[in-house]
């Protein structure tokens, strides 16, 4: 049965090796990767969230290469995308500055209206840190996005989970939603509790058909 009505797509973007993909591992397995397995085009994830008010929410999430080799192939995601977690390596003083160009891609190639939260990774790494939580909020602040900061080898980073990223995107885009619910958002599905949409045979064995993380679009 369906639970919920609400399917949000959101993209992970960022420089090759920030953690996206550690992030998203952290978020459906609850597991940490220590090496770094470059994403080649795009990998898929899908989570059901409850917002504040227990709607229930499918988050789906497109988890892209940072590298510069898969840009155009990233960009086509960007496009119906209703949430962004743009992130940097707070230890990567590159990769917060190319925040700027993240932005400007997200913005020239994304629907207008799409929400960006700012993600600081590798929060763990306290005595590698180049960028302060300061400078970050700054940043996000000219831009209109918030900003958190997680840790996905940890799992906790002060008070917070890292899975809370996922978490604040999504609140941030129902809120949106429900306070202009006329306009047609893009990167937003409302789905008919009462179409049948289908289901897996309980008796069905093949792993593979029953993965729920897949890879996809890789050349
Ligand atoms: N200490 C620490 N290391 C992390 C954390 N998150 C990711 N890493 C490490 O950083 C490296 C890169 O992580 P990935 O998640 O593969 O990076 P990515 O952003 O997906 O990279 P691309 O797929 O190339 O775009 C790996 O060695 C991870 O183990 C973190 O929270 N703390
Ligand atoms: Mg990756």
């Known amino acids: 049965m369906t639970t919920h009505k609400l399917v949000f797509k959101t993209i992970l973007v960022g420089d090759s090796g920030v953690g996206k993909s550690?992030?998203?591992?952290?978020?459906?397995?609850?597991?940490?990767?220590?090496?770094?397995?470059?994403?080649?085009?795009?990998?898929?994830?899908?989570?059901?969230?409850?917002?504040?008010?227990?709607?229930p929410i499918k988050l789906t999430i497109w988890d892209t290469a940072g590298q510069e080799t898969f840009k155009s192939i990233t960009r086509s995601y960007y496009r119906s995308a209703a949430g962004v977690l743009l992130c940097f390596d707070i230890t990567n003083r590159k990769s917060f500055a190319n925040i700027h160009t993240w932005?400007?891609?997200?913005?020239?190639?994304?629907?207008?209206?799409?929400?960006?939260?700012?993600?600081?990774?590798?929060?763990d790494l306290?005595?590698?840190?180049?960028?302060?939580?300061?400078?970050?909020?700054?940043v996000a602040e000219e831009y209109g996005m918030n900003y958190i900061e997680v840790s996905s080898k940890t799992n906790v980073y002060g008070?917070?989970?890292?899975?809370?990223?996922?978490?604040?995107?999504?609140?941030?885009?129902y809120n949106n939603f429900k306070n202009d619910m006329k306009n047609n958002q893009v990167g937003i599905t409302l789905v008919d509790p009462n179409r049948h949409y289908g289901s897996i045979d309980p008796t069905r064995t093949?792993?593979?058909?029953?993965?729920?993380?897949?890879?996809c679009c890789g050349i």
């Open 206 to 215: 093949d792993p593979d058909k029953l993965k729920y993380k897949n890879i």
């Open 126 to 138: 306290i005595n590698h840190r180049v960028v302060s939580t300061e400078e970050a909020l700054k």
């Open 103 to 123: 932005v400007h891609e997200v913005r020239e190639y994304g629907p207008t209206n799409s929400i960006i939260l700012l993600v600081g990774t590798k929060a």
């Open 22 to 55: 550690s992030m998203l591992l952290r978020f459906t397995d609850n597991k940490f990767n220590p090496s770094h397995d470059l994403t080649i085009g795009v990998e898929f994830g899908s989570i059901v969230i409850n917002v504040e008010d227990k709607t």
């Open 159 to 173: 008070s917070k989970f890292s899975n809370e990223a996922f978490i604040q995107l999504t609140q941030e885009i």
